[in-house]
């Protein structure tokens, strides 16, 4: 396994755990295993002064505290187990200075994008942030926690929001697939509609024709039928006229007859009566 990479949150030293790759803490809870510390040259400083009960309890359990808020870091080389535990040390506003230079750093050495979605800002980012909670979490252990839910509210709210991002990309690609697929159906039916349309306009044409066919053979019909009747009202008057001459001193009968047959009635008058 590769030894974890350079981080902003500060740890102590590797400790050599065991030979062998069994894990006894999946947590990582403090070990009492000493460090291996390199040989320095620089004088012993003098024993630090003895600190009372409570102190040390309090200084243990806000350890405790930091190693469940951050875990230490586990891993193998060969055969050894290597375990790396966050630093207890306490900062000053020098190191929060330098905290801030070597965040500015690191975001210019990995080319990290200023603005708009990238991972490796948001990576170094969450690692300041894990940096000053570690800090924090030193000097009061529940202004630590409290913190840490901060940071679990917003990893809880990024991953919701990547959660739907993805869901509407996918989302997005079905809804295109479908419309791809409906595209294909639709320009069908359109082909059809657009066959069945001009097969309507056909028989509109043909109908059109018809319907004038039928009016001009109706219009001739109608003349024929006007100019017969014309003519037959022509013939009666002159009959009439005749009737008239040849009968100056005849008075009228009236005798009840259909139009159509007034020739037969005048020939019936013509014969009835004396000359």
Same mark, same amino acid.
């Given at each position: 396994m590769i030894p974890p990479a350079e981080s902003l949150l500060k740890y102590d030293n590797p400790v050599l755990v065991s030979k062998t790759t069994d894990r006894k803490s999946p947590k990582g809870r403090p070990l009492r295993v000493s460090p291996q510390q390199p040989v320095n040259s620089t004088p012993v400083p003098p024993p630090p002064k003895p600190k009372s009960a409570a102190a040390e309890a309090t200084r243990q359990e806000n350890e405790e505290i930091l190693n469940s808020i951050l875990p230490p870091r586990e891993w193998t080389e060969g055969n050894q187990l290597w375990v790396q535990q966050v630093s207890s040390a306490p900062c000053t506003r020098a190191d929060v200075i330098h905290l801030e230079e070597l965040l500015d750093i690191k975001l210019q050495h990995r080319q990290a994008r200023e603005t708009g979605i990238c991972p490796v800002r948001r990576e170094l980012y969450s690692q300041c942030f894990d940096e000053l909670i570690r800090q924090v979490t030193i000097n009061c252990a529940e202004r630590g926690l409290l913190l840490l839910r901060v940071r679990d509210e917003i990893q809880m709210t990024l991953a919701a929001y990547q959660t739907l991002y993805e869901s509407s990309v996918a989302f997005g690609m079905r809804k295109a697939l479908q419309a791809e697929q409906g595209k294909a159906d639709m320009e069908k039916r359109v082909s059809d509609l657009e066959d069945e349309k001009q097969d309507l306009k056909k028989q509109l044409n043909e109908q059109k024709a018809k319907?004038?066919?039928? &009016? =001009?053979?109706? @219009?001739?019909?109608?003349?024929? &039928?006007?100019? =017969?009747?014309?003519?037959?009202?022509? *013939?009666?008057?002159?009959? @009439?006229?005749?009737?008239?001459?040849?009968?100056? #001193?005849?008075?009228?009968? *009236?005798?009840?007859?259909?139009?159509? #047959?007034?020739?037969?009635?005048?020939? =019936?008058?013509?014969?009835?009566?004396?000359?």
């Open positions: 319907c004038d066919a039928i &009016e =001009k053979r109706e @219009n001739e019909r109608r003349q024929v &039928e006007e100019k =017969k009747h014309t003519e037959e009202i022509q *013939f009666l008057k002159r009959t @009439n006229q005749q009737l008239k001459v040849m009968f100056p #001193n005849y008075k009228p009968i *009236f005798f009840r007859f259909s139009v159509s #047959n007034i020739c037969v009635a005048h020939f =019936k008058i013509l014969i009835c009566l004396p000359i």
